[in-house]
């Protein structure tokens, strides 16, 4: 199909192509970029060398940017005509690529050598907690089995703002935070003794909304930039002391890891599926007609000491809440959105013991450990790397985030 | 002492000049400006004109710029030594400004012909919980007595992460929110009937920190740009229904209210004193050697038909954390501040029936109507205007933030 080799397992195929920004060492500022299998194709060097055209053309110092915010707000439609653009650029009978020695030179880079960078400037920052099995599990854990689930958590997506400043990318090291906690009759200063992960896919915001003007749900996916994963760290022993009356803060706000390649909604479009446990009887202001869930293939590996051990398998379309509901949801008190705002999905969970998101689930809050070949373990320990990996589609047309890659460092001493 | 005229009561004493940034009908452009009396004084055209010197000349770009970040960014060390700069260019004495009649007609206008404008960009918006009357009135309305404090109250400021992207300045209209509220068997979508104010003062950051490296109390106020007030609306209702367990969300996200004036840290540091009611026996990374709190007298009015009730007067005195243990904790794990972030105190509750800051404390949930004139009220009906004010200092010195208005209009049909 492509004149660049693309293998049939990449998660960058001809069907995806996501978007980010990166460097290189020639070329030290930050720009916008496409994945396609191994490789990385410059869209700001695109520009300069003069390949896109009309309207495309006109908009193209986008790509110029040190992050895809512009590109983002350009809308949905215009995001998609670049994607097809540039799709059409890398197909084997195209020759404007392939035949221009000067511009692949100039245009195309090993993925492995380029820096990738946040790719969107974020203004807020709001997590959901829309995986119904993981909203059950924590409930047993906490409530027992007859109140697991809060009497609100049928009827709307629960959500809270999370922290905007601390959302890095994929690659970059995690301290283990230290903070208040309190395991005996007072509180202490400690390093995180529970510390998580949590499995996520998380949403880009495009087009923004004026305060005071919601969102409706028929239109809220054309507010829908692209999807990335996410693992929204989460250090269990600071939540359980401080998150009484108003929710989590410092369990949450050290660091929250994405993927840096924005897969575009439209890429993501022919994945979508009925989800199982949506709830029924949602009042009309989130009642959607379409399939509200994503058929993604979702895994948690954990790495320890150079050994790969799978923790997890789960599916996007565990999600009980579609980021449409989200977004109807989030604005219908007026509240604005802006363009580069980060909306997470909430832990993904599936029903079965091998298919849950968090080692909260995974060893029930610490009290079961989990054998990993020769070691064990009940949270994380320093040195740990997590990877969470996920795709759609096939074989040959896979549309996947790439790794979400992080590694615990020992908390810094006070 | 100044050549302007500046009347014994105003808030923008010459000990005060807050910053802010303003634009005019003959130049529509957004530049900043600092206050004085019924006067602002242009910065960018003092810059225009030549009129900084040395060091300050080099950095007074800034004053070009559409909000205070970049000049936030300088510091706290650079942001007073600019103060103190105008504030000798307004001394009675000085003939720069005072005699130099095109100097004036370019950067002198009147406070109330001028436009304001949000002065920072605001990266993340962290409200606090640190007014203990109220955190207490609270727990009584919603646990009793006993319960009143939450185990982990006395031992850290807490606090959530609020919505950056809905803070608005003084003036500007508040829609009454449209949410889910849950009054029966089953919850509805409904205009906000228990729509309520919160009386809070909020720092803006100036210095940032890197992710991972936690401010020590001791170096907290160093990151402290300045002051301004805050009304923290609040959908009572929607929050019921809604806050479990991850906190308020919607009841929050529609509107936050603040001034438009940043009052510098410097110019509130005479009126610190000892907070009464702050905890004892804090871990170290939250003991503060100095006093903590300000003697800022606040009011809150509320104008119905155009007649103006005093609600309530309260002081910020009744923080019982200061904003320097706010930043020490908000860091403790890592999480990275950003100049232009905003942390609000929490609201700021007297003892008595008449120093309450808030309506659901005034009414008791709306259980005890208020009389007002003619009129009565629990929460805020339409066309009502919260007025807040608040100052320090005697007549002739004062450092005030000037009004903190917001007028309810009614929700939009959706």
Redesign the interface.
């Known amino acids: 199909m492509s004149f660049l080799h693309i293998d049939s397992e990449s998660p960058f195929s001809l069907d995806n192509l996501p978007f980010g920004v990166f460097s290189t060492k020639e070329k030290p500022y930050i720009r916008a970029g496409v994945a396609v299998g191994r490789h990385v194709i410059d869209l700001s060097a695109l520009h300069r060398h003069g390949v896109f055209q009309g309207r495309l053309s006109d908009h193209a110092s986008v790509f110029d940017s040190t992050s895809l915010n512009a590109f983002a707000a350009l809308g949905r439609p215009f995001n998609q005509s670049y994607r097809l653009f540039v799709r059409n650029l890398l197909l084997a009978d195209n020759p404007v690529l392939r035949d221009n020695e000067e511009l692949r030179q100039d245009a195309i880079y090993d993925l492995d050598k380029v820096q990738m960078h946040l790719p969107m400037v974020i ?2 920052y709001t997590d959901f ?1 829309a995986g119904r099995n993981h909203a059950y599990n924590v409930g047993v854990l906490f409530r027992g089995p007859e109140n697991a689930l ?3 958590y049928l ?2 997506p ?9 959302v ?1 990318i994929s690659g970059q090291p995690v ?1 283990r ?4 906690i ?1 395991p005996g009759p007072a ?3 400690s390093p995180c003794r529970k510390l998580d992960m949590e499995l996520e896919i998380a949403a880009f915001i495009c087009t923004p909304n004026p ?4 969102i ?1 749900i028929q239109k809220a996916s054309d507010h829908i930039f692209g999807f990335v994963l996410m693992n929204d760290w989460s ?1 269990r022993d ?1 939540q359980a ?10 369990s949450k ?3 929250t890891t994405i993927t840096p390649w924005v897969v575009l909604a439209d890429a993501m479009e022919p994945f979508r599926v009925k989800a199982p446990d949506a709830p029924t009887g949602l ?3 989130l009642t959607q007609d379409c399939n509200g869930a994503y058929d993604i293939d979702l895994t948690v590996d954990l790495r320890i000491s150079g050994e790969t051990h799978r923790l997890s398998r789960s599916n996007a379309l565990h999600l009980c809440f579609s980021f449409e509901q989200m977004i109807a ?2 604005t ?7 363009t580069g ?1 980060l909306f997470g999905s909430g832990t993904i969970s599936g029903k079965e013991k091998d298919s849950l998101g968090s080692l909260l689930e995974m060893t029930l809050n610490g009290k079961e450990e989990m054998r990993l070949g020769s070691v064990s373990r009940t949270f994380l320990e320093d040195h740990d790397e997590v990877i969470l990996n996920g795709a759609a589609g096939a074989s040959g047309a896979r549309v996947g985030f790439g790794p979400c890659i992080g590694r615990i460092l020992p908390a ?1 001493s ?1």
């Open positions: 203004g807020d907690y809060q009497p609100n009827h709307l629960v959500g809270y703002h999370g922290r905007a400043s601390s890095q301290y935070p230290n903070g208040q309190c509180p202490i200063l305060q005071g003007a919601p409706p250090a600071i002391w401080e998150y009484v009356p108003l929710g989590p803060f410092n706000n050290f660091a009042l009309p202001y949801h989030h219908i008190t007026g509240c604005p959105l802006k705002d810094k006070l």
